[in-house]
Nanobody
Framework: QVQLVESGGGLVQAGGSLRLSCAAS????????WSWFRQAPGKERDFVAG????????HYVNSVEGRFTISRDNGENTVYLQMNSLKPEDTGVYYC????????????????WGQGTQVTVSS
């Protein structure tokens, strides 16, 4: 049974940092590219960052470029999202997602999803 367990969300002031983790089990972690999405209240789930299988090529949405860093540890079956210089507009539920298409912005392209972790940035 595939499980994706996310952690690291919370409440932080603008300018602060958080590090999200997504630990995977029940699948061959290295066979998948991984991404982070976020969903603000009343809005669609949007692509934030993605990382490829072994070469660790990374991709970011423009609004987080230079502030967020996605990484993966294939030995620990975990993907991370380091978020610095957080802004109120970064608020939302963050989801990790695994698929065979690298950094696709389309949620339907992903086979596996975490349960989501809430990030709230206060001004």
């Amino acid at each position: 049974q595939v499980q994706l367990v996310e952690s690291g969300g919370g409440l932080v002031q603008a300018g602060g940092s958080l590090r999200l983790s997504c630990a995977a089990s029940g699948l061959d972690f290295t066979r998948y590219a991984w991404s982070w999405f976020r969903q603000a209240p009343g809005k669609e789930r949007d692509f934030v960052a993605g990382i490829s299988w072994h070469t660790s090529n990374t991709h970011y949405v423009n609004s987080v470029e230079g502030r967020f860093t996605i990484s993966r540890d294939n030995g620990e079956n975990t993907v991370y999202l380091q978020m610095n210089s957080l802004k109120p507009e970064d608020t939302g539920v963050y989801y990790c997602a695994g698929g065979v298409v690298v950094a696709s912005p389309a949620p339907r392209e992903y086979q596996y999803w975490g349960q989501g972790t809430q990030v709230t940035v206060s001004s």
